[in-house]
Structures are given as structure tokens and as C-alpha cells.
């Protein structure tokens, strides 16, 4: 009996530290996922940042929103996600040149703007109707189309990248300041071809300060403009201080008032972001952001300037996918044609 006893206490014991090792390794194994010869160990600080890119896809030019994603995603190893709107009719046509090109490799979502948001709230008697266009306006409402991100760059369409989209991503924004833009006067280099053209860099070119509405703003008239072509933007900023029911107010004021028209500047895009963000924005880096080139179809950027740009943008009538225009073979390089055929490229021999 005593044998008996010795060996049951014997077997318990074992049967203690038996529980007590399965338990013990329950609670500090290593997940398989996390071992050292499965994956890498990463902080949440070392994780990839995922960086919301907006891009508008118009009927009759989605040829430039083509371009503009394939330049971004061939110079750079960030994780892009493409934000790509476009109207109801247009959206099936740039879901399918996506998918059935070398571009079906990147991560994009293709979201529908409603122009009916948008109803009351334009002067229809431009002298450059494309400058009414909905998808014109989709930057005044990105929080409504761009919801899960706490920063977002919106780019035109008629833009190529040669950065890498990181640098401009990690842009700094001013406490208080819901979006970063680009002054018109912060480029020495580009003083020249603005003279040379005639365009306007500051707010007399954009709003009539003829008008009373207009002259109680304070603003000077000689105060320098920027252009919205190219748009960092803090959404928790932008949410807080209700920028674009302030955009929508101006708008509106525009139709009763006639306070600003494109035909006095870049457009009726432009003129209520001038008054909104006026004071209120940081600065993107000027070679991020090089404008004019669709300003003339004669005026030119030396080479050696443009291969050190970071960003391109035809705004102007004179677009690198319409002929004349200048310096097409930097924005073809990115092109790649349509797959259905129905977006061709217009070139004097064609």
C-alpha cells in the first residue's frame, strides 16, 4: 500500500507539471506569424503608411488621369492607394483601362461624384466651359468622398509626377491649417514665363474688386495667389472649420453676385479657395508643384529645369494630350494608351 501511495503521488506530480508546462507555454509562446524566420518584427511606427492619392477622371481627357497615376506609381515604392472619381457614365470606361493595362497592379478604388451637390451653386456663363465641369469641383468636397484618412493629396489631372509622391505626402501643415498649396509667386524660375504670357499671381487676376462683397474682405488685391491644382490636406482641419460649407457659401454668393468669373483668372474653382484659405494655408515645396506649361502653346522651361521638377502641370488651354502644345514628350512617357480605342492622343500627323 505504501508502494501504491508513493507511486500515485509520484504520477501526480507529474501530471502538475505537466499542466503547468502546457500553461506556462500557452501564455508566452510566439505566434507563428511573429517568429523571426517567417517575418520581419515591426513597430507600429515602421509600418507602411498608406498615402490617399485623389484623381478625377473626366469623359473626353481621361487620358490624363491615366498618365498621372502611371507616373506616380513607376517613381515610387510608398504604398499609393488611388482615390479615382469620376461621374456615373464615365466610371465603367476608367475601371476597364486600369484593368486591362499595366496599371491593374496598383491599389485603387473608384469612387462616383453626384453633380447634383452642386446645383445652384454655378455661374453658367463662362468663357471656358470645361472650367464648369462637376468633377471640377471634387476637391471642395473631399471629406465627403475620402473618409478614413487623416491626410490626402488631391492632384488635376493634367499633372505627370517625377518625385517620388512620399516626399510630398510628408509635407508639414501648420497647426490650424487645413490644406497646403503652392504660392504663385514662390518660384523665381517661373517669374519669367508668367510676364511673358500675361497671367495673373495674385488676387486682382481671380476676384472683382469692383464689387463691395469682395473689397470688405480686406484682402489686398496685389496679395499673391495660389494655385489648387496640387492640394495636401488635413480632413481633421478641413471637418473642423467647415471648409467646404465656407466654399459652397461663396459659391453661392458668386451666382447672386457675379463676384468672379474665368475670365478673369484659373477659373471659378480657384476664387472661392482664394478667399476661404487666404492667411490660412502652409507651403508646398515649389518644385513640387511647376506650373504653367499649358499656358502657351510657344513659351518653354529650359530642360534642365524640368528634369529637377518634381511635379508638372499643363494648366492652361494647351494640353500635352491636344495639339499644339509643349513639352508632350515628358507627359507621354507616362501615357499608355487606351485599351477600347475610344481616347486617342491628337498630334499633327495624326
Request: aromatic letters at 10%; one cysteine or more; glycine letters at 4%.
Amino acid at each position: 500500500m505504501a508502494l501504491l501511495k508513493k507511486i500515485n503521488q509520484i504520477l501526480l506530480l507529474l501530471l502538475v507539471l505537466t499542466v503547468c508546462a502546457i500553461l506556462y507555454n500557452k501564455v508566452h509562446q510566439v505566434p507563428l506569424a511573429l517568429r523571426n524566420e517567417t517575418v520581419d518584427l515591426e513597430s507600429p511606427e515602421e509600418m507602411e503608411e498608406e498615402i490617399p492619392v485623389v484623381i478625377c477622371a473626366a469623359a473626353g481627357r481621361m487620358g490624363a488621369a491615366v498618365a498621372a497615376i502611371s507616373s506616380i506609381y513607376s517613381n515610387t515604392e510608398a504604398n499609393v492607394l488611388f482615390y479615382i472619381v469620376g461621374l456615373k457614365t464615365t466610371i465603367p470606361h476608367i475601371r476597364k483601362w486600369i484593368e486591362n493595362s499595366k496599371l491593374k497592379e496598383i491599389k485603387f478604388k473608384v469612387v462616383e461624384f453626384n453633380p447634383m451637390v452642386l446645383k445652384g451653386k454655378i455661374r453658367q456663363d463662362a468663357s471656358r466651359p470645361e472650367l464648369l465641369q462637376p468633377l471640377n469641383f471634387v476637391r471642395f468636397y473631399l471629406p465627403l468622398l475620402i473618409q478614413k484618412h487623416e491626410k490626402v493629396i488631391y492632384l488635376d489631372d493634367d499633372v505627370i509626377v517625377q518625385g517620388d509622391i512620399q516626399e510630398l505626402y510628408d509635407t508639414k501643415l501648420a497647426p490650424g491649417h487645413a490644406a497646403a498649396f503652392s504660392d504663385d509667386c514662390d518660384l523665381p524660375s517661373t517669374h519669367e514665363m508668367v510676364r511673358s504670357v500675361g497671367m495673373q499671381n495674385t488676387y486682382m487676376g481671380f476676384l472683382d474688386y469692383r464689387k463691395q462683397a469682395i473689397r470688405d474682405l480686406g484682402i489686398s488685391p496685389s496679395t499673391c495667389s495660389f494655385n489648387p491644382g496640387v492640394i495636401v490636406a488635413n480632413m481633421t482641419e478641413w471637418k473642423h472649420q467647415r471648409i467646404t460649407k465656407q466654399l459652397e457659401k461663396w459659391m453661392q454668393r458668386n451666382v447672386e453676385e457675379n463676384l468672379y468669373s474665368s475670365t478673369l483668372g484659373g477659373g471659378v474653382a480657384t476664387s472661392p479657395m482664394l478667399i476661404v484659405f487666404h492667411g490660412k494655408y502652409s507651403s508646398i515645396n515649389p518644385m513640387w508643384h511647376i506650373r504653367h506649361l499649358g499656358w502657351s502653346p510657344d513659351a518653354r522651361y529650359s530642360e534642365q529645369f524640368l528634369q529637377e521638377a518634381k511635379l508638372l502641370h499643363w494648366n492652361g488651354r494647351y494640353k500635352p494630350w491636344d495639339y499644339p502644345s509643349v513639352h508632350t514628350d515628358l507627359w507621354e512617357n507616362w501615357f499608355i494608351p487606351d485599351p477600347s480605342g475610344k481616347f486617342k492622343l491628337t498630334r499633327p500627323d495624326s
